[in-house]
Every structure is written in structure tokens, then in C-alpha cells.
């Protein structure tokens, strides 16, 4: 199994930047892709970021060129960096690790942007 713990959350204003953070341990030397999903309330869970175990990175279209994902290997970590946050991007963030094709999950991180 693998425990995820994100942070980094906060409140922020539009246009500003936040670093959100995902740490990993138990069985972290499986993990193959790592995501970046986030969910507001009556809405379905959207995927913002994913990285391959190569580096491969893609991007919901509602977030390219503005986020980043990255990944340390070495510190089993997965950041995502948010520039030009948008109130529409006001959500509540989950990273996850996929080990063997099962996802393990995070309890989240709130994101908020005011206007």
C-alpha cells in the first residue's frame, strides 16, 4: 500500500501562485504515474496534472500554461505549481500514486482563490 499526504493549500488571490505537495511512503517503489485531480462540490473529480514514472506530464486544458507538474524520485514527492490561479480553479486537490494499476489517493488539500 502506499499513504499520500498533500499540502500546500490555502487561500490566494487571483493571479497569484500556489505549491501544492504530495509525500509518499509504504510501498513507494512501485509507483508508476502520479496525478493531480480536483473536485468543487456538485462537480464530477476533473484530472488537472499527471506525470509518468519517464516524466511524461499532461494538463487539462483549463490548466496549461499555467500549472506544472513535478516529481522527485528520490524524495517521493509530486508538486504541482499553480501560477495565474483563477476562482474557477478554487477546488479541493488530491494527488495519487498508481501502483500496478490500482490508484491510491490523498485526503486532500483546499485550494481557494478569491476574486
Known amino acids: 500500500q502506499v499513504q499520500l499526504v498533500e499540502s500546500g493549500g490555502g487561500l490566494v488571490q487571483a493571479g497569484g501562485s500556489l505549491r501544492l505537495s504530495c509525500a509518499a511512503s509504504?510501498?513507494?517503489?512501485?509507483?508508476?504515474?502520479r496525478n493531480w485531480y480536483r473536485q468543487t462540490p456538485g462537480k464530477q473529480r476533473q484530472l488537472v496534472a499527471a506525470i509518468t514514472a519517464g516524466g511524461s506530464t499532461t494538463y487539462a486544458d483549463s490548466v496549461k500554461g499555467r500549472f506544472t507538474i513535478s516529481r522527485d524520485n528520490a524524495k517521493n514527492t509530486v508538486d504541482l505549481q499553480m501560477n495565474s490561479l483563477k476562482p474557477e480553479d478554487t477546488a479541493v486537490y488530491y494527488c495519487?500514486?498508481?501502483?500496478?494499476?490500482?490508484?491510491?489517493w490523498g485526503k486532500g488539500t483546499l485550494v481557494t482563490v478569491s476574486s
Open positions: 495519487t500514486s498508481r501502483v500496478y494499476g490500482t490508484d491510491y
Open positions: 509504504g510501498n513507494i517503489f512501485r509507483i508508476s504515474t
